[in-house]
């Protein structure tokens, strides 16, 4: 069995993010860039089940320009077999990155796509959902456990009310809470093994999907600060405080 | 003008208090305002339904696979009674989150996450970069607006309305490939963290488990709902759907008090909404009195006791 992982190049989450003065956009100049850490878990999960013999091959997919090239190497370096980067220099909305994957799916197909549960940039949480729905298959998002048996996976998902158990038929779709794993760090001689990986480039164009029905996204704006508040000196002026202000 | 459809949050025999928000954005967003429950048995739940103001009509579908909220068995049902509509809005809880995608690729369009404000009838306000950046974002005309309400930033309509309910059969194909297995609680008694009007949180400044128990103890003589930093659910202090943050529950609790809580950016994500956040923690300089209406430095183990004996 294949398994295709999603790795999105995103700022680095250690990075604070600011809107730019004219609001066109986030000022990410010189901002250290990383794969999104989602996506990493669920690389490092496609990775863990090759391991234990579930799967034979894991492939990263990443959708950018050649800059994603660096994602994919690291990604590589953590064990992947080769990498696909489908070539385009627009930001690709989920409808269209979800419709990318599926023209992948067709021509790899994969038994498991794992994908980040969102992405830290856009924070959308959609692709995984979409590509399950129009690959007609089934989709386990927000996973904390994943149990590969045969043609099944039981995934458990954290959700609201507390941690939920599927059992889905493969293939299938699945994304990645943070708890589901640890990812690897990198080694220095995996990092050289890597350069030797095939990293295939394939143009956006040559997949020949619609990408249509996009969002408009004109204006960005830091978000509102709340007011200065006040220290106290004591639990008993807190109490007093709060009960002055109808809270308690 | 706009016909928004919403699809009903539920627990197999209550409403969501999520819908309610809904409702909220929907009269905002202007237009007839109509509710969808899918359900085993939808009937106690539509009513619910109905009882909410502003709310001008409800669908009800009974089937038995819908006594779980699987995306993959409700979405093709949903899909196929939103083409009928302009707006189809869901919670920004993780149901609506998992559903709401795979509805709106159905439908062909993209999907608007988590909607803070509305701006026009197709034009929204969103967070993004955990909320160090909010966008205007907006939908084509000849598109259905598929969209998740942020919960933190409406409040809920209130009850009283009578609204028709119209009961429905299922029109579209089920999948099988999809089951559910089991649902696995904690938290026990003390009010719903999202819900809850009063939240009491404990950071690693607890030390421990055992520790833990004045969080809840104080909690529940509050009345209120107990949450955790991601730092003490790593710990092992408390579990995990009791994290509070970017990567947690968004809360926006009339009170919110953080004991022993660094306040880590992500952390403040989760509580930003909140009324009236109070931050308790021995170290003056932590980042959680930058954002705290009231702070108080101090040992959250003497704090606590002094707090109870002056209530």
């Known amino acids: 069995m294949k398994i295709l992982v999603g790795i999105k190049r995103v700022v680095d989450f250690n990075v604070r993010v600011r809107v730019k003065p004219d609001g066109s956009g986030v000022d990410l100049d010189g901002a250290k860039m990383s794969i999104n850490p989602f996506d990493e878990i669920a690389l490092e999960e496609a990775l863990r089940l090759r391991e234990a013999g579930k799967a034979t091959e894991v492939i990263v997919v990443s959708i950018g320009t050649t800059a994603c090239q660096q994602q994919l190497r690291t990604g590589l370096a953590m064990g992947a077999d080769r990498a696909i980067q489908v070539d385009t220099e627009e930001k690709l909305q989920p409808l269209a990155a979800a419709r990318t994957f599926l023209a992948l799916v067709e021509k790899e197909q994969p038994g498991l796509v794992i994908l980040g549960k969102q992405a830290i940039d856009d924070d959308n949480s959609q692709t995984g959902q979409m590509l399950a729905a129009l690959w007609d298959r089934p989709q386990a998002t927000f996973a904390s456990e994943v149990v590969v048996d045969d043609q099944v996976a039981r995934v458990t998902r954290e959700v609201d009310a507390g941690l939920e158990t599927i059992e889905i038929d493969l293939p299938a779709v699945i994304t990645s809470d943070l708890r589901l794993n640890e990812p690897r760090f990198v080694k220095l001689p995996d990092i050289m093994k890597a350069k030797r990986k095939p990293l295939e480039v394939i143009p956006l164009t040559d997949l020949a999907i619609a990408n249509d029905n996009k969002l408009t996204i004109d204006h960005y704006a830091p978000p509102a600060t709340r007011e200065k508040g006040i220290m106290v000196d004591s639990a008993e002026a807190l109490v007093a405080e709060l009960k002055n202000r109808g809270l308690l | ?311």
């Open chain 2, 1 to 311: 003008m706009s016909n928004i459809l919403i699809i009903a949050e539920h627990n197999g025999s209550e409403l969501s208090n999520s819908t309610a928000k809904c409702v909220s954005c929907a009269i905002e967003t202007g237009g007839s305002v109509h509710i969808l429950v899918l359900a085993a048995d939808a009937t106690v739940i539509a009513e619910q339904a109905a009882a909410l103001n502003g709310v001008d009509e409800v669908i009800s579908i009974n089937h038995p696979n819908y006594s779980h909220a699987l995306a993959a068995t409700l979405a093709p049902e949903i899909a196929a009674i939103g083409a009928d509509y302009s707006h189809v809005y869901g919670p920004s809880s993780t149901y609506g989150r998992d559903l709401m995608p795979r509805v709106a690729a159905l439908l062909g369009v993209n999907q608007v996450a988590d909607i803070m404000a509305v701006k026009g009838p197709r034009s929204f306000q969103r967070p993004v970069y955990a909320g160090n950046a909010i966008i205007d974002v907006s939908v084509a005309e000849e598109n259905t607006v598929v969209a998740t309400i942020r919960l933190a930033s409406w409040a809920a309509v209130s009850g009283g309305n009578n609204a028709t309910v119209s009961s429905r059969e299922t029109s579209a194909e089920m999948p099988t490939h999809s089951r559910f297995i089991g649902l696995k609680t904690e938290g026990g008694d003390l009010p719903d963290l999202q819900s809850a009007k009063r939240v009491i949180s404990g950071g690693r400044g607890l030390g421990s488990e055992e520790n833990f128990k004045i969080i809840y103890t104080l909690a529940s003589k509050l009345g209120a709902g107990v949450g955790a930093s991601r730092a003490a659910v790593d710990a092992g202090y408390v579990p995990n759907d009791m994290q509070v943050g970017q990567t947690g529950k968004i809360i926006s609790p009339d009170l919110y008090m953080a004991f022993g809580i660094s306040g880590a950016i992500q952390h403040i994500t989760g509580i930003k909404d909140a009324g009236t956040i109070v931050a308790i923690n021995k170290d003056a300089e932590a980042p959680i009195f930058e954002v705290a209406d009231i702070g108080l430095v101090g040992d959250l183990f003497s704090v606590i006791p002094e707090i109870e004996a002056a209530l």
